[in-house]
Every structure is written in C-alpha cells, then in structure tokens.
C-alpha cells in the first residue's frame, strides 16, 4: 500500500531556454513525462534466453493545453517554439524544487507540430502536443 500520495496539480513551464521559461499550468490539462532508455540486445551464442542492455534515452513528454488565442496565452507560447528544440520543466506541485518536489526536465526536446485548431461543437477547445527526444534531468535544489 502506497504510504504517500499527492493530489495531481502540477505546475508546467516550457521555452526556448532554461532562464527563459513561461509557466503555462493554467493552460494545461494533463501532462505525461515518459523516460525510457532504449533496450538493446545483447545476447551471445550459447545462450538460452535474450538478455538486454541499455542504450540511448528516447524521452517524451505528452500534455493537453486548453486553446487559447489571446496575448501570452497557449497559441502565442507554443507557436513560436515549433521546429525547435525546447526546455520543459514540470513539478509535481507549486513552490520551489525539493526532494519532495522535484523539477523534471527535458532540455532540447523536439517540439514537431501544433495543431491550431481543433474544435467540437460544444466543447472547450484543447490541442494535445508532444515533445520528443531531449536530455532528462531531475533539479531537486532551489
């Protein structure tokens, strides 16, 4: 049984560069950080099972961001940034970085596309984007 548990409420930045991050929770609904290091055969004759190895990290981060097309708000933020590598820092909750809420970062992850519209009748409009690749880091100072 879990001994800790915490009411999902991140907080969620993103730019072109660390020192130049622009907070967007507000305009989130949902966000995935995916850390996976690539599983790369290793296996030698005489073996009987496969074995594994590690090889590169191929990270991804996934989030729902609510439309919006007024100044600062989603379109203007996530448009200039795609075609370019991005920074996007997420925390589990607000306050600074500390053990128990730590700063997960992807630095120089792809942001490929942006889907400018995407509306149903009667329902608030969101885009759902991905960035891939990058470097993952974990900032615990703050």
């Known amino acids: 049984m879990a001994t800790s548990t915490y009411l ?13 991050l622009t907070d967007i929770t507000d305009q989130v609904s949902a966000v995935t950080l995916t850390v996976t290091k690539e599983a790369l055969e290793d296996t ?21 961001v609510f439309a919006s097309y007024a100044t600062s708000e989603s379109y203007s933020v996530l448009s200039a940034l795609v075609g370019t590598k ?6 589990p909750a607000t306050g600074g970085d500390s053990a128990t809420n730590p700063g997960f970062i992807l630095t120089d992850a792809y942001f490929e596309s942006l889907p400018v519209v995407n509306a149903n009748l009667g329902e608030l409009s969101t885009y759902d984007i991905t960035l891939q690749g990058g470097t993952y880091s974990v900032d615990t100072t703050a």
Do not use: D
Not at 86 to 91: A, Y
């Open 8 to 20: 999902s409420n991140p907080v969620v930045q993103i730019g072109s560069a660390i020192g130049s």
């Open 86 to 91: 991005c920074v996007i820092k997420v925390n």
């Open 44 to 64: 030698a004759f005489g073996s009987t099972s496969r074995t594994m190895t590690g090889g590169l990290y191929s990270n991804e981060l996934t989030m729902t």
